[in-house]
């Protein structure tokens, strides 16, 4: 044979392996046909807003056998099972979210029969038309002036729904994101930020702002109360605009409802390896709702001193994703007139980061609110502790996105005011009392609060007044003044009271609610027999006379003190402004505590609120509750060896603001 013929002829293992390759790069394309046939199918069937989602993941190069394995996931199949017994299918469709026909989920536990078969009762589709979504107004340029208003001002802090998703299917006719319902009260709400006269029922009364927008929304809810997202959405911030109103029963109920439906929907839950009924979009939607629901009933919780409406313990739930390309769009302070003038003030709007990190602090505040008003354990000064720490954590480790810069946003700023508050609202109720292991003051801690709470709204009305904040700002003022209250005649104390009552008075034009403020400042002032600096006074007199009549008349004239700004006393000498210990003395004898001095003192004297037998902690009160400090005042004088070992001691009070009932100048109680 010749070397030629030895050359040409190849081995046959070489053949073997020649094709097994060859084999492998056929199924290697088959495999990839397949999954760009996934790919291509699911474009084909989905909506607008999904297939963006799909070409995103593309576009980041991400392996498409891995994007048709998630897309595949997320498809609705026949279910099987291994076996055709009834145990099987039972466990199968026990405790899965329940589709109905309109294409709702709904979640019904384990211990609950209604997901076993579909439902008879379906909840009606909305139109599939592009037609208005308000009977109240025809004119599109003033619907989209508002929306503009509302997401400048209100959704970058409470971000209740996708604000893509929500105009895309505005704009397209779409049902799933959008409905009338939930444009009506998203307009209701937005007219608070408008001084144009067709934002208010009556032109030429500001009070009733988004008076007709809330009764369409209020007429649509009534005829049609299925249970979907925009509802839940439009029961939020219905409960929003109550609130910025001054009706808090009504405000209440509203995010009690929103909350309910929430659990009905099973939006606090992650439904994992069952979730093949919801796409991808879907399911980072409903995150979004359910936190951004959550945040705002946990603060709606700490502003009106009550127990929440879900702990969070219930909560199964990841947080939302932080989506790069929509947290960078741009934020600009948009009002009646346009973009404001402020060229430095246009920035990226981080609204997606900063719902991630306002859920995380919620968590906390939800659990500080059952702590007090639900306790399961004896309150002590390490736990107060703890939750000082966890709240200064998560303050520590906010991204750098939402630091505070030359120019902050205004929901960047509420967000650090309301930290600060909540910290307040949580040393508040023990002004009384010092901690017997740590050198941290609770008075101390509040009075720092609120001066920092100062420092931030000045900086707040600096770039951009209160004509246009939100409801919480109003809480948050009010909390801080209360403090600033307690520490006059101090300067300090004197300059934030001006500031608080002038950011109060900017504010009234969008929240009724700040005359209440206003009442209850001027009210405490007037029990404490405070005499006011004359900034302060003045920021009550400017406000039009027929809104101080309607807004303040519960407190009566001899609250407004002095009586007319003209005979307002001046700030310069903080010796004219000391209070009255006589007066002092008849006020906590009858108006701060039922008991007079001769008493001995009670459970609840360990606990301060600044409005009588309200706000306090709820087992305060409570015989042999888990709080309960009776034990120790049943022997004169020597019992307080139990408030000890809870790492309490009584403060010595030279200001009987904070004296409780029955004590005495001197740190000691009287003999029962």
């Not at 199964?316 to 009002?335: A, C, E, H, I, S």
């Not at 606990?607 to 049943?634: K, T, Y």
């Amino acid at each position: 044979m010749s070397e030629t013929q030895v050359k040409g002829k190849r081995p046959a293992h070489a053949d073997h392996r020649r094709k097994a390759a060859l084999k492998r790069d056929i199924e290697a394309l088959r495999e990839q046909n397949g999954a760009l046939g996934v790919i291509v199918a699911s474009i084909r069937t989905s909506s607008e807003a999904e297939v963006a989602d799909i070409v995103q993941q593309i576009r980041a190069d991400e392996d498409l056998e891995t994007i048709a394995e998630s897309l595949k996931r997320n498809v609705t199949l026949l279910g099987r099972s291994d076996t055709n017994s009834a145990e099987a299918d039972l466990s199968n469709l026990i405790g899965n979210p329940s589709l109905d026909e309109s294409g709702v989920v709904k979640h019904f536990g384990l211990t609950s029969n209604l997901s076993l078969v579909s439902e008879d009762d379906r909840s009606p589709l909305h139109p599939q038309t592009s037609e208005a979504w308000t009977t109240v107004t025809r004119d599109p340029i003033f619907v989209e002036h508002l929306m503009a208003l509302y997401f400048s001002w209100s959704h970058p802090f409470y971000v209740l729904f996708s604000q893509e998703l929500f105009l895309h299917d505005m704009a397209n006719g779409g049902s799933k994101y959008c409905s009338p319902l939930l444009v009506n009260a998203l307009l209701a709400v937005a007219c608070a930020f408008s001084d144009r006269p067709e934002a208010r029922s009556n032109p030429h009364d500001p009070l009733t702002a988004g008076d007709h927008f809330f009764a369409e929304a209020k007429r649509l809810l009534q005829s049609n109360d299925s249970s979907n997202l925009t509802t839940v959405q439009a029961l939020a911030l219905m409960g929003l605009r109550e609130a910025s109103c001054s009706r808090d029963s009504s405000g209440f109920q509203y995010a009690g409802r929103c909350i309910r439906m929430a659990i009905e929907l099973g939006l606090h839950l992650s439904f994992g390896a069952n979730s093949n009924k919801l796409g991808p979009t879907e399911l980072e939607v409903r995150k979004i709702t359910f936190w951004g629901c959550f945040t705002y009933d946990t603060a709606w919780s700490i502003c009106i001193g009550r127990i929440s409406q879900l702990p969070r313990t219930a909560i199964n739930l990841d947080m939302p994703n932080v989506l790069g390309q929509l947290d960078f769009k741009p934020w600009r302070p948009y009002t009646d007139y346009g973009i404001g003038d402020m060229p430095d003030a246009e920035q990226p709007s981080y609204t997606h980061t900063l719902l991630y990190q306002f859920s995380l602090l919620s968590e906390i505040v939800n659990d500080t609110v059952f702590m007090f008003y639900a306790p399961r354990e004896r309150f002590t000064s390490k736990k107060l502790l703890d939750f000082y720490n966890r709240y200064t954590r998560w303050f520590t480790n906010l991204p750098e996105t939402l630091h505070l810069r030359a120019i902050p946003m205004p929901h960047v700023l509420t967000l650090h005011m309301y930290y600060h508050t909540v910290i307040l609202h949580l040393f508040r109720p023990f002004l009384k009392v010092d901690l017997t292991n740590s050198k941290i003051s609770p008075r101390e801690v509040c009075t720092s609060c609120a001066n920092t709470v100062s420092t931030l709204l000045s900086t707040y009305r600096q770039h951009y007044g209160f004509r246009r904040s939100t409801v919480l700002v109003s809480h948050i003022i009010l909390s801080s003044i209360i403090i600033d209250l307690l520490n006059l005649p101090d300067p300090t104390a004197a300059r934030n009271l001006e500031l608080g009552m002038t950011s109060l008075r900017e504010s009234s034009l969008n929240h009724a609610f700040t005359f209440r403020c206003l009442q209850i400042v001027l009210a405490l002032s007037k029990q404490w027999n405070i005499q006011l600096p004359a900034g302060v006074s003045q920021a009550a007199y400017e406000l039009p006379q027929e809104w101080l009549m309607n807004g303040l008349h519960d407190v009566g004239a001899a609250t407004v003190w002095p009586p007319t700004p003209s005979s307002a006393a001046t700030y310069s000498h903080p010796q004219d402004h000391r209070r009255s210990s006589v007066a002092e003395k008849a006020y906590y004898t009858t108006s701060n505590s039922p008991r007079g001095l001769s008493q001995a003192p009670q459970p609840m004297d360990m606990f301060w609120s600044p409005f009588p037998d309200h706000s306090v902690p709820l087992q305060a009160m409570q015989p042999n509750g888990p709080m309960d400090i009776s034990a120790m005042i049943d022997v004169q004088n020597s019992g307080w060896d139990q408030l000890n070992r809870d790492g309490f001691k009584m403060a010595n009070f030279n200001d009987t603001v904070l004296a409780p009932s029955g004590y005495i100048p001197n740190g000691q109680w009287p003999h029962g």
